[in-house]
C-alpha cells in the first residue's frame, strides 16, 4: 500500500500519522485530532474493522457514552432489586448509597453489580453476624463461645453449657441445627446404640477379646478381659464404643491411637534443625518420645482430663495460626510419625505468641515438664 493513501485514510478518520507508515498489522503511532492525544492504533483495525483511531480519551468517552443511564432508568433497575436510592445517581460502577426495602438495612451497591445479578442482600440471606449476635445464637443453643465470632464456617471455641466440654462447631451448624456438643452427641449415640448382653459378648469376641466380668451394661464403661491372642489381661480393658469402631482391642496387639475418652495432653515442641514448632495432641508419652526420636524438644504441655478437650483446642489453634497467614513449615514425607499439618515455621510464629495464645484460650499455664 501506498504510504500516501493510508495517511490520508487515517486522517479522514481523525487521526494525523506521526511516524512512517509501518504496514498495515502494526501499530502506528498517531495524534488523535479530537482529543490531541496520541496512541498507536492499526490501520486494518481502524479502516478495515472500523474501531476507531484513538484509544486514549475518546474511546472512554464512547465507552460512558454506551454505558451510561440516566438517573431515572438507575433508579429503576435498583428498586426492581430491592434497593432504595438514598442519593443521586453516581455512576454504574461507583457505590451508591440504598436501603434494602425487605430489611431496612443501608449498604453501598455499584449499579453495574446488581444488573449483573450480584445484588442480593447479605444481610436479609442471614450474612451479615456481629459477634454480639452470633453470641446470642450459641447462648440460645446452650454453648459459651471462649474466642471472638470467626465467621459462619470457621471453627468457634466454645464450652457446652450442659456437660462442660469443649468443642469447635461452626455457627452455621449452630444456627441450623441448635446445640452441638462431641460429648452430649455421644452420650445420646451410646444410648442409641446400647447392646444386649449377648451382642456385646459377641461384639468382644471378634476381636479376640474374652470377657472376664459381666457386660458392664454401657459401650462407654471399660469392660476387663484377656486377650485371645498374647494371653494378657485388660483391666481396665477397651469400651465397647472403641471396639465397634476402628481401634481394634488389646493395645500390644494392635496399634495404639487415640482414644477421646481418656486423659490427653496438648503439647508444644520445636526442631532446630527445621526452625520450626509443633503442637499436637497425645494420649501417651509415647508420643513425645515419637518426637524425641526425630530431633523434637518438648518444650510446653497442657494437661486434659479427657482429650477430646484438647483436640477442641488443637483445632483452634491450627485455625488462629493459618487465619495469620502462616503457612505449613514441613511435609509429610519430613515428618515419619505424621503431624506435618500442625507445623509453622519458627520465623513466622514464635514459640512465645503461639504458647501466649494458648495460655489465653485454656485459661492456665503450661505443666512443668519433666526431665527427660
Avoid at 33 to 57: F, H, I, M, Q, W
Avoid at 258 to 280: E, M, R
Wanted: net charge positive.
Amino acid at each position: 500500500m501506498i504510504e500516501a493513501d493510508a495517511v490520508e485514510a487515517m486522517l479522514a478518520r481523525g487521526a494525523r500519522p506521526l511516524e512512517p507508515f509501518p504496514g498495515t498489522q502494526l501499530p502506528w503511532k498517531c495524534l488523535c485530532l479530537t482529543c490531541n492525544e496520541a496512541s498507536s492504533p492499526r490501520y486494518n483495525d481502524v479502516v478495515n474493522k472500523g474501531t476507531g483511531a484513538c484509544s486514549k480519551t475518546c474511546r472512554s468517552r464512547k465507552i460512558a457514552a454506551r454505558l451510561s443511564r440516566d438517573g431515572a432508568e438507575a433508579c429503576a433497575v435498583m428498586l426492581q432489586w430491592g434497593w432504595d436510592p438514598l442519593e443521586d445517581y453516581p455512576g454504574a460502577g461507583k457505590s451508591w448509597s440504598a436501603r434494602c426495602t425487605h430489611c431496612g438495612i443501608i449498604k453501598p451497591k455499584k449499579l453495574a453489580h446488581v444488573q449483573k445479578g450480584r445484588g442480593g442482600c447479605t444481610n436479609c440471606a442471614g450474612r451479615d453476624v456481629s459477634d454480639e449476635d452470633a453470641r446470642k445464637i450459641a447462648s440460645k443453643a446452650e454453648l459459651e463461645p471462649l474466642v471472638h465470632y470467626p465467621g459462619s464456617l470457621q471453627p468457634w471455641l466454645c464450652r457446652c453449657m450442659r456437660c462442660g466440654h469443649v468443642g469447635t462447631p461452626t455457627y452455621a451448624k449452630i444456627r441450623s441445627r441448635g446445640h452441638q456438643c462431641w460429648s452430649c452427641r455421644s452420650e445420646k449415640i451410646a444410648d442409641t446404640l446400647r447392646l444386649s448382653n449377648e451382642e456385646a459378648i459377641a461384639s468382644m469376641l471378634e476381636k479376640a477379646l474374652d470377657p472376664l466380668v459381666p457386660y458392664p451394661g454401657s459401650t462407654e464403661i471399660p469392660w476387663k478381659a484377656r486377650c485371645m491372642k498374647c494371653e494378657r489381661i485388660l483391666d481396665p480393658g477397651p469400651t465397647l464404643h472403641n471396639i465397634r469402631g476402628s481401634q481394634g482391642g488389646c493395645a500390644g496387639c494392635a496399634e495404639r491411637g487415640i482414644d477421646p475418652a481418656k486423659p490427653g495432653y496438648l503439647y508444644i515442641v520445636v526442631h532446630d534443625g527445621h526452625q520450626a514448632l509443633k503442637w499436637g495432641i497425645a494420649n501417651s508419652e509415647q508420643r513425645l518420645a515419637q518426637h524425641l526420636s526425630q530431633g523434637w524438644t518438648p518444650v510446653a504441655r497442657w494437661n486434659f482430663d479427657l482429650t477430646r478437650d484438647a483436640w477442641a483446642f488443637e483445632r483452634q489453634i491450627k485455625s488462629w495460626v493459618r487465619a495469620q497467614g502462616v503457612p505449613k513449615a514441613l511435609t509429610a514425607d519430613q515428618m515419619k510419625y505424621r503431624g506435618h499439618t500442625e507445623t509453622a515455621y519458627l520465623a513466622d510464629t514464635s514459640l512465645e505468641v503461639l504458647q501466649s495464645y494458648i495460655m489465653s484460650v485454656t485459661g492456665r499455664s503450661p505443666e512443668p515438664l519433666q526431665a527427660t
